[in-house]
């Protein structure tokens, strides 16, 4: 059925679910049950947000491969973006009045001509790169902008869905270097916006992306390596936003030089030949006079892929183009993101899109009145085992949000990992009995502080129940 990651049994109980209702409903409901089920069979969506000049746009094209996303300030940059895989390459522009036409690809990304963005709603640009396969991106405009008009787009395309009428699985929120305050208030509306089929908020995982890891701190010709300033940084933010999922620090113009091919030999050969240049003269070349037989011009376009950072630690791991650009990809940062992208878009990552395809049918089914037959399947059907992982996402997810370090933690993400065990944490002796434990997870629910907590664990307690019955 679908290109989503695996959901613990969610993603296939779900397609019978739509299936069965389809089958008794009305035209008009089967065809809005066909949108949805056609939703579920699309690659995960990965949205790409942040502040302006953060370097979003950067980021996209390391991860798509290709100098897809326009880096300057153009028109573009203020258009809601989405790249998806697609044979032949080319770019579709959807209108504000709902009209759709083709626009050019140029060498920097789509060509507007005489469309201009005040007109535009989005872009949708298809392109024959691998990572495209595994998820679409999406690029948005950036917050924080002088053009009001910007922000407000990106708040429609994220808060609200107005343009993609479906919530992103994971958001890469991308800062230079602090993590604001009203960037955390920017993702609790996010948040919030997205109501699950259940009584907390839907919640797409949130990743932090510190993307200027190479300048981080003292900054690149500091004493200290400002990568790793950077990393230990992030490291520290799901600790202190239980809105993040993870966090981690790249160095945005690194991972775009690296995955899209960019330095050629004779870059190589320049950075050998800066081996012996005092750090100083390397710093301020061009304030205080050239380099000693490089010219000027090769220096500034070389500074222009591999950054201060690359040219002062590069050039000392340039004796084979293997083993630079092997640096190059190890300092970036760009490994670590897409592991723990591709984590986040494991189970959680496909329960995020089921939870906002059932939240939203449940709405519409209530509100446009489909019927009370529809409406009992649907709570039947959400009710039974099958969905319950859907029930251990969404604990775990607000658990996460309202208390970070909560021991529940843990527990239920091992119950993700392994539903058919109970979570080593707690196979330890007489604690291994299902029984015992969900007479203790239901204790706990009445003595617990929030209503994160309470719900945790009355999901554990079931969780518990389910392992002791089954089979039975």
């Given amino acids: 059925m679908s290109r989503l990651p695996s959901t613990g049994g969610v993603e296939a109980a779900t397609e019978e679910l739509l299936l069965g209702l ?36 950067t980021l996209v094209n390391a991860l798509v491969g290709a100098r897809a996303a326009p880096t300057a300030a153009r028109e573009t940059t203020a258009v809601l973006t989405t790249y998806r895989f697609g044979v032949p390459a080319r770019a579709e522009a959807t209108l504000r009045d709902g009209s759709s036409r083709s626009v050019p690809l140029g060498p920097d990304g789509p060509v507007l001509g005489d469309v201009g963005p005040e007109a535009l709603a989005h872009l949708t640009v298809h392109l024959q790169e691998a990572p495209l396969r595994r998820f679409s991106i999406m690029d948005t405009p950036g917050l924080g902008s002088a053009m009001t008009t910007n922000s407000e787009r990106t708040e429609l395309a994220l808060a609200t869905g107005a343009t993609q009428g479906v919530r992103p699985d994971v958001v890469l929120y991308v800062v230079r270097d602090a993590f604001r305050e009203d960037d955390v208030s920017f993702l609790q509306r996010f948040a919030q916006a997205w109501s699950s089929v259940g009584d907390v908020p839907g919640q797409s995982g949130v990743l932090a992306v510190l993307s200027h890891a190479d300048n981080y701190g003292t900054g690149p010709w500091g004493p200290e390596d400002p990568v790793r300033e950077a990393q230990r940084s992030a490291a520290e933010l799901p600790g202190r936003h239980g809105i993040l999922t993870g966090a981690v620090a790249v160095s945005g113009l690194l991972a775009e030089t690296t995955r899209t091919g960019r330095l050629r030999e004779q870059d190589l050969r320049l950075l050998r030949r800066l081996r012996e240049v005092d750090d100083a003269d390397l710093q ?14 090769e220096l500034e376009g070389l500074l222009g892929m591999v950054g201060a950072y690359g040219l002062r630690h590069g050039r000392r791991h340039a004796d084979t183009s293997a083993e630079l650009l092997d640096w190059i990809e190890e300092q970036s940062g760009l490994r670590p993101l897409e592991r723990l992208l591709e984590q986040t878009l494991g189970t959680a990552g496909g329960l995020a899109r089921v939870d906002s395809v059932l939240g939203e049918i449940t709405r519409r089914a209530g509100r446009e009145r489909w019927g009370a037959d529809v409406e009992s399947t649907l709570e039947a059907a959400l009710a039974s085992p099958a969905f319950h992982p859907l029930d251990q996402w969404r604990a775990v997810t607000e658990l996460r949000r309202v208390h970070p370090n909560h021991e529940l933690i843990p527990v239920l993400e091992a119950l993700q990992r ?9 196979a330890v002796g007489r604690e291994a009995d299902p029984l015992a434990l969900a007479g203790r997870y239901q204790a706990l629910a009445g003595a617990a502080r929030t209503g994160a907590e309470a719900q945790a664990a009355r999901v554990l307690s079931r969780s518990m129940i389910l392992l002791a019955t089954r089979g039975r």
């Fill in 22 to 57: 389809s089958r008794t409903s009305a035209p008009e409901v089967r065809a809005l049950l066909d949108v949805y089920r056609a939703t579920l069979a699309e690659p995960p969506l990965v949205a790409v947000a942040g502040r302006v000049s953060a370097g979003k746009s």
């Fill in 284 to 297: 301020y070349a061009g304030l205080l006079g050239s380099v000693p037989g490089i010219p000027q011009e």
């Fill in 418 to 426: 392994e539903p058919g065990t109970v979570p080593a944490p707690l």
